[in-house]
């Protein structure tokens, strides 16, 4: 049966352009069968595999930093009106796609989840690009895919980019701490 990534995600529903929306969703549906998971495993797929035993989930992650992305945008626009231009539905479907990728980076092994062979070669900021060309969507948000993380540093983010990189982070450092 396929994920009802609305119910994931229900952000998605804020995409005011139908064809974003749609291809947002089938590039989630098409990394849950192509990473091989189901509903079940949703739940317990981690956001991240750097903190031990991590009680984050994927979904969590994403939703957290996809609702970030939007306040933040809410803030800019309101604090510098028409002198920041921000592109809400690009916004928010680079929010909800920035860490697909991991389905394709994890694998489970032994009830546990970890890196996977192809992981290795490829992190997520890539799978996850790669899954979101295959599915047509516009450049903005391939951009926003491959330079949320580490690797994005090197090259000039856009500013949907930029909110997703920082949202990202804010979701990321203050959960790491708890562990540390
Ligand atoms: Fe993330």
């Known amino acids: 049966m396929k994920t009802d990534v609305t119910e994931l995600f229900p ?14 969703k089938a590039v989630w549906e098409d990394a849950i069968e192509i990473g091989g998971w189901t509903d079940k495993d949703l739940d317990r797929i981690p956001f991240t595999l750097l903190i031990p ?8 992650h994403t939703r957290a930093v996809t609702r970030t992305c939007l306040a933040i945008a809410e803030v800019l626009e309101e604090a510098y009106g028409g002198r920041i231009s921000i592109d809400r539905d690009v916004l928010i479907a680079g929010a909800i796609l920035h860490d697909v990728g ?35 969507l516009p450049p903005k948000v391939l951009h926003m895919i491959a330079y949320h993380s580490k690797e994005g540093g090197l090259g000039k983010r856009c500013v949907e980019a930029i909110i997703v990189h920082h949202a990202d982070f804010v979701n990321f450092e203050p959960l790491r701490l708890e562990t540390l």
């Open 11 to 24: 952000e998605v529903n804020q995409i005011e352009q139908e064809s974003l929306r749609s291809s947002v």
């Open 53 to 60: 035993d991590c009680k984050f989930s994927l979904v969590e």
């Open 102 to 136: 991991k389905l394709l980076e994890y694998t489970e092994q032994a009830g546990k989840v970890v890196k996977s062979s192809f992981g290795t070669l490829l992190r997520h900021p890539f799978s996850g690009q790669a899954l979101a060309f295959k599915h047509g």
